[in-house]
């Protein structure tokens, strides 16, 4: 294509920039644009973040089940420090600070 004139090319090379000029718009701000990318990425991110911990958690959880259903030591412990139990053949001694009195 071979443009003739001055005026002809200059409207040419403004409808061309002008649409190069759309064209980039759209790449960056529209649907599915840069600025959605790196949204997607960011919340991408946190949610792996997220998963990590739930693992972590549910790990933590299993391990702890574990011990329940087989460490009667475990069992034992938690009663005493979270229930305030004793166990058979065991006496508590209740000591008071003068202050207290």
Do not use: H, P, Q
């Amino acid at each position: 294509m071979v443009i003739k004139t001055a005026k002809n090319r200059k409207s040419f090379l403004i409808i061309f920039g002008a649409a190069i000029l759309v064209i980039t718009l759209f790449a960056v701000v529209g649907e599915n644009g840069l600025i959605d990318a790196y949204r997607f990425k960011k919340e991408r991110d946190r949610i792996s973040l997220l998963n990590r911990t739930v693992e972590e958690e549910n790990k933590r959880l299993a391990d702890e089940i574990n011990l329940l259903k087989t460490d009667r030591n475990y069992i034992s412990r938690l009663a005493r420090n979270d229930l305030g139990m004793v166990g058979k053949n065991e006496v508590v001694y209740r000591i008071e600070k003068a202050e207290d009195r």
